[in-house]
């Protein structure tokens, strides 16, 4: 039995080379087989090369097999890349998917007992896109730790209504919530924080707001004092304790001590008032008394007056339907009425006053068929009143005004009889026949008293005339005082009557001289206008004048002697169309003139109503040129006015039909001209805002677009364009003189302030300048970093400052640009050279190592180790601090995993080896992807053991690699 398993074949996943374990594992091995699965956890688990564990996970491939690993695993490396397999699936860059469900689980587990670090879960919650999984991930991240970075972080990463929901619920810092604001992925949310902020906002305010309404409260309480209405007083004060009252539930927002003071304010006060009214509240209820004896009073009144008119409203109506009255009960009324009165509260002035109507009520008892006979003449007046018509005229006024005037007399006695109580109907038709006479009258009134003041003007220019001799036109005037005087009424005729008379008599001694004057002075104009006939004057428009004007003098001169008066009449009227004869023949020519002149002005007429026909068209299509319409209109205008004379009449009719056939045109180019005015108007406003602003660069631009949309607008009038073209000119023109007042002191200031940087880049320059003079003559050291790092600095800030002074200075600009690159490439090309210093140091160093193996004290004291960084100090220390030689040709190959991966060549006879260990460090890398780290590959090359002289050539090879 012993001898069969000698030669037994082991599997190959129990090779003892790694490559073939590796190679089992991924061709031999199934995760779907119970037993094979067990096996690859074993290899996870207890293999001695990370390689083969990694294998063994990938190809299991499972989440928790990762989780597990990357916990419990003993190897690091093992663990880390199991770690790393956790954070991709988590982050969803894996090609295992966790599910939702599968997800919950691990978040279950995770709350029990953490296996997952705050870095995996926020990790996870960075790429999760479920809402209620991230907001678990943040609850178990948050328990570990709280911060306002984790929430804004998140808050801005995930950008998930739900998940945002969550994350607001938890923060009332309202300057959190300020920032969470700007990143909320809806409106709604948005909205949401708002109201959050104005909460949180309320709630901060309402301390100091209750605190002022409370102030305002005590304040108006203490203000009652002065009030001098006790009423008054309580009004308030009842008013202002229930506001006190709905307060006090709020006060919870102070503290202790806040509350008891404004608690003993309030009660102070309270006390206070109450010792300061305690007379005042005896004298209100006095008041109180007196006001309520007012009232009864007030009610007392009220009541008489509606009983006395119930009583005296049932006697009217007993008289009017001649009722049978009767009186004992009508007195019994009145004498409980009158009881009554004597037993109220009114005093007795107030008593005797209704007292008195009682008895008058009682006196109107007795006399009721007086009243009856009464009713019975108003009711006739009425009817006779109503059968006479109104005035017409003046000579009907006087007769009907009197019998008016008389009616009214008779119905005023009538009325006093009846004692107030004629029937409603009668007084309303009573007055409105007075109403209608009064309207009726009054016009012949006003045109009858008008009448009189001019005939009274009339009697006194007639005397005036005739003490100054002007006798003729004197006969006019009385002839038409003489014929309407009747026409006034007897008072107006009487006011009159003096005057009337004296005129009167002096006009006839005048009639007696007229026929003596006017006789010879006829005859003698009879003989001028024979010799105007023998005679007559070139121009026929004088001697139509001369006629007329003759004429005019015949009909001045009055009668004259009866006898041949007829006969002069007759010769004068003979003679004068004599001499009109050539006129006639003269006005027959300018007749025909006259008549083409008409047939021009109606083609004009035509050509306007075509004009018109063509802008109702062009309006219709909104395509009016104003500009063609207005040239067309001025050019029609002016041939009206160059057209010649028609007749007067018939020029009034074609001036009148010329307006108003033009009107349209003349309207539509006026409204064009008035749209445009208030357009250009509007821009003249807009540029005078420009004056005021700050901006003077930005109002010119804007000016400039006003000045393009002025171009743009159309003609507003002859009047208008030019006086709104000065306005907008004068407007510009002030701008564009501020805005070069305003470039010539930015110039001075750009000038002056350009120089001061100027001397500042320079000193900055200078300073480099110094620095690399003396790094050349080494008299500084050239990789003095400080030095550099304060030129820059200065540099950096003077740029700043430069920047954010507009406008830049581009110079300014280029120069520290400049300063900055320089110092960047000299700060720049001494770390460099200081790192292959360093470099130049460890390879010197290891050289004298292998050659001499110094032991550490002597290392220790050597300078070329504190030439070296503090990290390869630390290195070198534990270097030279190993016993041990490398054993076989482990320096070997590291020498050439080094040169694999620096890319650099090795020896040709090494070129299968170096293709051996390539291949390992392929494999490696596909399964670990941890990055190339020279230093660390060095690292690792030096504590393989101690260095000979044999290790030689090796630095050598290495050194070409690092110190290149």
Request: hydrophobic share 40%; charged share 25%; with cysteine.
């Amino acid at each position: 039995m012993i001898f069969s398993s000698f030669f037994k074949t082991k599997a190959n996943w129990q090779h003892k080379d790694t490559t073939v374990r590796i190679t089992a594992i991924n061709s031999e091995l199934s995760v779907d087989n119970s037993e094979q699965l067990a096996i690859l956890t074993d290899l996870i688990q207890q293999d001695s090369s990370d390689l083969v564990r990694r294998a063994a996970l990938i190809k299991v491939a499972s989440f928790d097999c990762y989780l597990d690993a990357s916990h419990n695993n003993s190897q690091a490396k093992v663990k880390q890349f199991a770690g790393k397999q956790v954070h991709d699936i988590l982050a969803t860059d894996h090609k295992i998917v966790l599910c939702a469900e599968m997800k919950q689980n691990i978040l279950a587990k995770q709350a029990q007992n953490p296996i997952l670090g705050t870095v995996l879960l926020e990790a996870w919650l960075a790429h999760e896109q479920d809402s209620a999984i991230m907001i678990a991930l943040y609850q178990q991240i948050s328990a570990r730790k709280t911060s306002t970075h984790l929430l804004s972080h998140s808050f801005s990463q995930k950008q998930n209504p739900e998940f945002q929901t969550y994350l607001l619920s938890q923060v009332d810092d309202s300057k959190v919530l300020e920032k969470l604001s700007k990143k909320v992925c809806n409106d709604t949310l948005a909205q949401q924080v708002n109201h959050k902020l104005a909460a949180i906002q309320a709630a901060v305010e309402k301390p100091k707001k209750l605190a002022k309404t409370i102030q305002l409260v005590l304040a108006k309480l203490q203000a009652l004092k002065d009030v001098a209405d006790y009423g008054e007083y309580k009004k308030r004060k009842s008013r202002l304790i229930d506001e006190w009252q709905v307060l006090e539930p709020e006060h919870e927002v102070f503290s202790a001590e806040e509350r008891s003071i404004f608690n003993d304010k309030y009660q102070g006060i309270i006390n206070h008032l109450e010792k300061l009214f305690i007379a005042k509240a005896e004298s209100y209820q006095q008041q109180i008394i007196i006001d309520k004896l007012a009232h009864d009073k007030q009610r007392d009144k009220k009541d008489f007056t509606q009983q006395l008119n119930h009583i005296s409203q049932a006697i009217t109506t007993a008289v009017f339907s001649s009722d049978n009255l009767d009186e004992e009960q009508f007195l019994g009324s009145l004498g409980q009425l009158n009881t009554a009165i004597e037993a109220s509260a009114l005093n007795k002035d107030e008593q005797q006053v209704f007292i008195l109507q009682v008895k008058q009520l009682t006196k109107r008892l007795g006399q009721i068929p007086e009243i009856a006979e009464s009713v019975s003449q108003a009711t006739n007046l009425i009817s006779k009143i109503s059968q006479l018509t109104l005035p017409t005229s003046l000579q009907e006024l006087n007769s009907r005004q009197e019998t008016y005037h008389d009616w009214l007399k008779t119905w005023r006695l009538i009325e006093q009889k009846t004692a107030g109580i004629l029937p409603e109907s009668i007084v309303q038709a009573q007055k409105q026949i007075v109403s209608t006479w009064q309207g009726g009258l009054k016009p012949l009134q006003s045109q009858q008293k008008e009448l009189f003041f001019v005939h009274k003007k009339k009697l006194q220019d007639i005397k005036r005339l005739l003490n100054n001799g002007k006798f003729k036109v004197c006969f006019g005037l009385f002839k038409g005082v003489k014929e309407n005087i009747d026409q006034l009424s007897a008072q107006q005729k009487q006011q009159l009557q003096r005057d009337f008379d004296q005129v009167s008599e002096k006009m006839t001694e005048l009639s007696d001289w007229e026929h003596y004057i006017a006789t010879p002075r006829k005859q003698e104009l009879l003989l001028a206008v024979q010799a105007l006939v023998d005679t007559p004057l070139d121009n026929p428009n004088e001697q139509a004048e001369k006629v007329k004007a003759y004429r005019s003098t015949w009909n001045s001169l009055g009668h004259a002697d009866e006898d041949i008066d007829k006969q002069l009449n007759e010769q004068f009227n003979q003679r004068c169309e004599q001499a009109f004869a050539p006129c006639r023949l003269f006005y027959a020519e300018q007749d025909k003139i006259r008549q083409q002149h008409l047939e021009q002005r109606n083609n004009i007429l035509a050509q306007v109503e075509q004009l018109v026909t063509e802008l109702n068209k062009a309006e219709e299509t909104q395509s009016v040129d104003f500009k063609k319409l207005d040239g067309k209109l001025n050019t029609i205008q002016q041939h009206w006015k160059n057209a010649g004379e028609v007749d007067r009449n018939q020029y009034k009719k074609l001036q009148q039909q010329f307006k108003n056939t033009i009107a349209p045109v003349k309207s539509a180019i006026g409204a064009f001209h008035l749209t445009n005015s208030k357009e250009k108007q509007a821009l003249i406003v807009k540029a005078q805002q420009l004056i005021a602003s700050d901006d003077i660069f930005a109002a010119i631009d804007s000016a400039k677009q006003l000045q393009q949309s002025w171009r743009e607008v159309g003609f507003a009038g002859n009047h208008q364009e030019s006086q709104l073209w000065q306005k907008f000119r004068q407007v510009n023109d002030e701008l564009f003189a501020k805005r070069q007042v305003l470039k010539s002191e930015q110039q001075a200031a750009l000038s002056n302030q350009q120089q001061a940087y100027d001397e500042k880049v320079s000193t900055i320059a200078e300073s480099l300048i110094s620095f690399t003079n003396q790094a050349a003559n080494k008299e500084v050291e050239p990789e003095n970093k400080q030095t550099l790092q304060d030129i820059e600095q200065q540099a950096e800030a003077l740029l700043t400052e430069v920047i954010a002074n507009k406008p830049v200075i581009k110079v300014a600009v280029a120069r520290l640009e400049k300063i900055i690159k320089q110092v960047e490439q000299l700060i720049k090309s001494n770390r460099q050279v200081k790192e292959q210093q360093r470099w130049l140091n460890l390879f010197e160093l290891m050289s004298l190592q292998a050659q001499s193996n110094q032991d550490v004290e002597a290392l220790t004291a050597s300078a070329m180790v504190n030439k070296l960084s503090s990290f390869w100090q630390k290195r070198w220390q534990e270097h030279v601090k190993l016993s041990e030689q490398v054993q076989g040709g482990h320096r070997l190959d590291k020498t050439l995993e080094i040169e694999i991966l620096g890319k650099s060549e090795s020896p040709a006879e090494l070129a299968d080896q170096r293709m051996k260990v390539q291949v390992q460090l392929m494999q490696e890398q596909m399964l670990s992807g941890i990055d190339i780290d020279l230093s660390k590959l060095l690292v690792d090359w030096l504590m393989l053991g101690t260095l000979t002289e044999g290790d030689l050539p090796l630095i050598r090879r290495l050194k070409a690699i690092y110190c290149q």
